[in-house]
Protein backbone atom coordinates (compact mmCIF):
# COMPACT_ATOMS: atom_id res chain seq x y z
CA UNK A 1 0.00 0.00 0.00
CA UNK A 2 1.56 3.38 -0.77
CA UNK A 3 2.27 6.18 1.36
CA UNK A 4 -1.08 8.49 -0.31
CA UNK A 5 -4.90 8.00 1.28
CA UNK A 6 -7.66 6.02 -0.23
CA UNK A 7 -8.36 7.69 -3.43
CA UNK A 8 -12.18 7.07 -3.97
CA UNK A 9 -14.45 8.17 -6.29
CA UNK A 10 -18.57 7.79 -5.59
CA UNK A 11 -20.91 7.32 -8.51
CA UNK A 12 -24.45 7.74 -7.56
CA UNK A 13 -27.48 10.11 -9.26
CA UNK A 14 -28.40 10.87 -5.56
CA UNK A 15 -26.62 13.87 -4.10
CA UNK A 16 -27.58 13.11 -1.04
CA UNK A 17 -26.36 9.35 -1.07
CA UNK A 18 -23.24 10.54 -1.90
CA UNK A 19 -23.07 13.13 0.78
CA UNK A 20 -23.94 10.20 2.96
CA UNK A 21 -21.47 7.65 2.19
CA UNK A 22 -18.48 10.70 1.88
CA UNK A 23 -19.71 11.33 6.00
CA UNK A 24 -19.51 8.14 6.79
CA UNK A 25 -15.76 7.39 4.63
CA UNK A 26 -14.73 10.88 6.46
CA UNK A 27 -14.40 9.21 9.40
CA UNK A 28 -11.39 7.30 8.26
CA UNK A 29 -8.22 9.37 8.07
CA UNK A 30 -6.58 7.31 5.53
CA UNK A 31 -9.35 7.37 2.72
CA UNK A 32 -10.17 10.49 0.65
CA UNK A 33 -12.70 10.95 -1.63
CA UNK A 34 -11.60 12.93 -4.43
CA UNK A 35 -13.98 12.59 -7.33
CA UNK A 36 -17.89 12.38 -7.01
CA UNK A 37 -19.91 11.47 -10.79
CA UNK A 38 -23.55 11.02 -11.01
CA UNK A 39 -23.69 8.71 -13.79
CA UNK A 40 -21.41 6.84 -16.07
CA UNK A 41 -20.54 9.02 -18.48
CA UNK A 42 -19.00 11.57 -15.93
CA UNK A 43 -17.53 8.60 -13.91
CA UNK A 44 -15.73 7.65 -17.22
CA UNK A 45 -14.27 11.14 -17.62
CA UNK A 46 -13.34 11.34 -14.49
CA UNK A 47 -11.47 8.09 -14.10
CA UNK A 48 -9.56 9.17 -17.27
CA UNK A 49 -8.36 12.18 -16.33
CA UNK A 50 -7.08 11.04 -12.54
CA UNK A 51 -6.01 8.60 -10.52
CA UNK A 52 -8.18 6.63 -8.08
CA UNK A 53 -7.38 3.60 -5.87
CA UNK A 54 -11.59 2.77 -5.13
CA UNK A 55 -14.79 3.19 -6.83
CA UNK A 56 -17.92 3.36 -5.25
CA UNK A 57 -20.73 2.25 -7.46
CA UNK A 58 -24.63 2.44 -6.97
CA UNK A 59 -26.33 -0.19 -9.22
CA UNK A 60 -29.27 1.98 -10.47
CA UNK A 61 -28.51 4.87 -12.48
CA UNK A 62 -30.25 6.56 -15.43
CA UNK A 63 -28.49 5.44 -18.32
CA UNK A 64 -25.82 3.17 -18.14
CA UNK A 65 -26.18 1.09 -15.00
CA UNK A 66 -23.65 0.44 -12.63
CA UNK A 67 -23.05 -3.32 -13.33
CA UNK A 68 -22.37 -1.79 -17.15
CA UNK A 69 -20.40 0.99 -15.92
CA UNK A 70 -18.40 -2.43 -13.27
CA UNK A 71 -17.97 -4.08 -16.71
CA UNK A 72 -16.20 -0.99 -18.60
CA UNK A 73 -13.97 0.09 -15.64
CA UNK A 74 -12.73 -3.48 -15.10
CA UNK A 75 -11.57 -3.49 -19.13
CA UNK A 76 -10.38 -0.09 -19.48
CA UNK A 77 -9.25 0.40 -15.92
CA UNK A 78 -8.40 -3.35 -14.00
CA UNK A 79 -5.91 -1.63 -11.46
CA UNK A 80 -9.17 0.15 -9.76
CA UNK A 81 -10.96 -1.42 -7.33
CA UNK A 82 -14.75 -1.40 -7.76
CA UNK A 83 -17.14 -2.02 -5.03
CA UNK A 84 -20.93 -2.51 -5.55
CA UNK A 85 -23.10 -0.07 -2.97
CA UNK A 86 -26.66 -1.02 -3.60
CA UNK A 87 -30.41 -0.80 -1.87
CA UNK A 88 -31.11 -4.18 -2.98
CA UNK A 89 -30.37 -7.33 -1.16
CA UNK A 90 -27.16 -9.54 -2.17
CA UNK A 91 -29.12 -12.23 -3.36
CA UNK A 92 -30.40 -9.97 -6.53
CA UNK A 93 -26.74 -8.25 -7.87
CA UNK A 94 -24.00 -9.27 -5.71
CA UNK A 95 -22.92 -12.80 -7.56
CA UNK A 96 -23.36 -11.24 -11.14
CA UNK A 97 -21.10 -8.50 -10.13
CA UNK A 98 -18.83 -10.42 -8.23
CA UNK A 99 -18.76 -12.25 -11.86
CA UNK A 100 -17.96 -8.79 -13.18
CA UNK A 101 -14.96 -8.61 -11.35
CA UNK A 102 -16.26 -6.37 -8.60
CA UNK A 103 -14.62 -6.22 -4.95
CA UNK A 104 -17.17 -6.53 -3.18
CA UNK A 105 -21.16 -5.17 -2.74
CA UNK A 106 -22.94 -3.81 0.17
CA UNK A 107 -26.06 -2.83 1.02
CA UNK A 108 -26.74 1.16 1.08
CA UNK A 109 -27.69 1.00 5.07
CA UNK A 110 -24.29 -0.86 5.96
CA UNK A 111 -22.55 0.38 9.10
CA UNK A 112 -19.73 2.60 8.65
CA UNK A 113 -17.16 0.66 10.09
CA UNK A 114 -18.05 -2.19 7.28
CA UNK A 115 -18.09 0.65 4.36
CA UNK A 116 -14.34 1.80 5.86
CA UNK A 117 -13.23 -1.48 6.53
CA UNK A 118 -14.62 -2.62 2.79
CA UNK A 119 -12.89 0.44 1.18
CA UNK A 120 -9.85 -0.87 2.95
CA UNK A 121 -9.63 -4.27 1.77
CA UNK A 122 -10.21 -3.20 -1.71
CA UNK A 123 -8.03 -1.01 -1.81
CA UNK A 124 -5.43 -3.67 -0.76
CA UNK A 125 -6.25 -6.12 -3.16
CA UNK A 126 -8.78 -8.18 -1.43
CA UNK A 127 -12.64 -8.22 -1.62
CA UNK A 128 -14.95 -7.89 0.69
CA UNK A 129 -17.66 -10.74 0.49
CA UNK A 130 -20.73 -10.87 3.79
CA UNK A 131 -21.27 -14.69 5.63
CA UNK A 132 -24.34 -14.65 4.01
CA UNK A 133 -22.78 -14.16 -0.07
CA UNK A 134 -20.54 -16.78 0.60
CA UNK A 135 -23.31 -18.99 1.71
CA UNK A 136 -24.92 -18.10 -1.52
CA UNK A 137 -21.53 -18.55 -3.53
CA UNK A 138 -21.54 -22.10 -1.61
CA UNK A 139 -24.46 -23.17 -2.73
CA UNK A 140 -24.11 -22.46 -6.14
CA UNK A 141 -20.98 -24.30 -6.40
CA UNK A 142 -22.25 -27.03 -4.99
CA UNK A 143 -24.98 -27.59 -7.21
CA UNK A 144 -27.65 -25.50 -6.01
CA UNK A 145 -28.04 -24.08 -9.08
CA UNK A 146 -28.84 -20.38 -10.24
CA UNK A 147 -32.65 -18.79 -8.91
CA UNK A 148 -34.61 -18.01 -11.92
CA UNK A 149 -34.03 -14.57 -12.45
CA UNK A 150 -30.02 -15.57 -12.18
CA UNK A 151 -30.30 -16.77 -16.00
CA UNK A 152 -31.52 -13.16 -16.80
CA UNK A 153 -29.19 -10.01 -18.71
CA UNK A 154 -28.64 -6.91 -16.59
CA UNK A 155 -31.53 -5.48 -18.53
CA UNK A 156 -33.64 -7.82 -18.37
CA UNK A 157 -33.59 -7.99 -14.71
CA UNK A 158 -33.84 -3.96 -14.67
CA UNK A 159 -37.46 -4.55 -16.47
CA UNK A 160 -38.00 -7.83 -14.35
CA UNK A 161 -37.83 -5.96 -11.27
CA UNK A 162 -40.12 -3.02 -12.64
CA UNK A 163 -42.45 -5.18 -13.99
CA UNK A 164 -43.41 -6.51 -10.76
CA UNK A 165 -43.42 -3.32 -9.17
CA UNK A 166 -46.19 -2.73 -11.08
CA UNK A 167 -45.34 -0.01 -13.77
CA UNK A 168 -46.72 -0.03 -17.31
CA UNK A 169 -44.21 -1.20 -20.02
CA UNK A 170 -44.75 3.13 -21.28
CA UNK A 171 -43.17 3.90 -17.89
CA UNK A 172 -40.44 1.35 -17.50
CA UNK A 173 -39.66 2.04 -21.14
CA UNK A 174 -39.77 6.26 -20.14
CA UNK A 175 -37.14 5.28 -16.97
CA UNK A 176 -34.90 2.93 -19.20
CA UNK A 177 -35.21 5.23 -22.36
CA UNK A 178 -36.54 2.00 -24.21
CA UNK A 179 -39.12 1.59 -26.68
CA UNK A 180 -42.52 -0.30 -25.63
CA UNK A 181 -41.50 -2.22 -28.30
CA UNK A 182 -38.92 -2.83 -26.83
CA UNK A 183 -39.73 -3.74 -23.41
CA UNK A 184 -42.35 -5.90 -24.88
CA UNK A 185 -39.49 -7.76 -25.99
CA UNK A 186 -37.75 -7.71 -23.08
CA UNK A 187 -40.67 -8.84 -21.15
CA UNK A 188 -41.07 -11.90 -23.61
CA UNK A 189 -37.58 -13.17 -22.68
CA UNK A 190 -38.09 -12.78 -19.19
CA UNK A 191 -41.18 -14.71 -18.92
CA UNK A 192 -39.79 -17.54 -20.90
CA UNK A 193 -36.57 -17.79 -19.35
CA UNK A 194 -37.94 -18.02 -15.74
CA UNK A 195 -40.66 -20.57 -16.80
CA UNK A 196 -43.40 -18.11 -16.09
CA UNK A 197 -46.62 -17.18 -18.08
CA UNK A 198 -47.97 -13.81 -16.77
CA UNK A 199 -46.95 -10.21 -14.49
CA UNK A 200 -48.58 -11.88 -11.72
CA UNK A 201 -46.18 -14.62 -11.70
CA UNK A 202 -43.54 -11.78 -12.43
CA UNK A 203 -44.15 -10.54 -9.22
CA UNK A 204 -45.06 -13.39 -6.93
CA UNK A 205 -42.04 -15.14 -7.75
CA UNK A 206 -40.32 -11.01 -7.06
CA UNK A 207 -41.95 -10.86 -3.65
CA UNK A 208 -40.68 -14.44 -2.94
CA UNK A 209 -37.07 -13.77 -3.69
CA UNK A 210 -37.03 -10.28 -1.98
CA UNK A 211 -36.61 -8.47 -5.13
CA UNK A 212 -38.99 -5.79 -4.46
Same mark, same amino acid.
Given at each position: ? !???????????????????????? !?????????????????????????????????? %??????????????? *???????????? %????????????????????????????????????? !?????? !????????? *??????????????????????????????????????????? %?? %?????????????????????????????
Amino acid at each position: M !SNHPIRVLLVDDHAIARNGVRLML !STADDIRVDGEACNAQEALQLVMGQEFDVALLDI %TMPGKNGLELLKQLR *SERPKLAVLMLS %TYSEDIYAVRALKLGAAGYLIKDAPTTTLVAAVRKAA !SGGKHV !SLALLEKLA *SLIGGGGDAGHEALSNRELEVFKLIAAGESLVRIGETLHLSPN %TV %TTYRSRILEKMGLESNAELTRYALEHGII
